[in-house]
């Protein structure tokens, strides 16, 4: 009998420390999660997806590639704010958006940067009829590049997607933008960035 019960205590004690194992590896998991896939302004990203008729996850995805969801980072060639914008784009989008009193120093305020690149997100996919892939390219190299790709054979067979990509960043890009769309689906769709532990 008291064999039983030691047999039972073991088991228990497996069990536990079973479970505890797994609770670690979970949050250790969480933790790699929120550092590899920030997510901040969720409410305003959802805001200009809805407006523009935009996977709130492909937004994300790019603000994340171009960003790391750091609103105040500026690269090299001058793009700045969470989505990466260049001065000529800005001035080029608030004017067809017809974005009354547009003042570029404000660029890096996150509700005027989102809605911007929301708004050219939008029309690189009205101009690539709904192609993600490549209003992404699109995003990363010009448009100008991505329309001289699809009348090239050497780039695209069909016209409407490319089989090859010249530039390799814009390749890895393209494929950075894709796995980053699928995990923010899972992100968002699960509420995950609703539990703070930072």
């Not at 793009?79 to 570029?104: H, N, R």
Request: charged share 25%.
């Amino acid at each position: 009998m008291f064999g039983f019960f030691k047999l039972i205590f073991r088991l228990i004690r497996f069990v536990l420390g079973l479970l505890l194992w797994c609770a670690l590896f979970l949050f250790i998991g969480y933790i790699a999660l929120c550092l590899a896939f920030p997510l901040k302004y969720v409410d305003i990203i959802e805001k200009y997806s809805e407006k523009y008729d935009l996977e709130p996850e492909f937004v994300c995805a790019v603000i994340n590639t171009e960003s790391r969801f750091n609103e105040d980072v500026t690269s090299k060639k001058g793009a700045t704010g969470l989505m990466q914008i260049m001065p000529e784009t800005a001035q080029w989008a608030v004017k067809q958006m017809g974005y009354e009193g547009f003042d570029f120093r404000d660029i890096n305020k996150p509700e005027v940067n989102i809605e911007i690149g929301c708004w050219v997100l939008d029309f690189l996919l009205k101009q690539f009829n709904g192609n993600e892939e490549l209003a992404a390219a699109a995003y990363n190299a010009g448009i100008g590049n991505v329309s001289k790709w699809l009348d090239s054979t050497d780039y695209s067979y069909n016209g409407e997607s490319l089989h090859s990509i010249p530039y390799g960043e814009t390749q890895r890009y393209i494929k950075k933008i894709d796995l980053y769309t699928k995990i923010y689906r899972i992100i968002l769709r699960t509420g995950l960035y609703d539990i703070k532990i930072f």
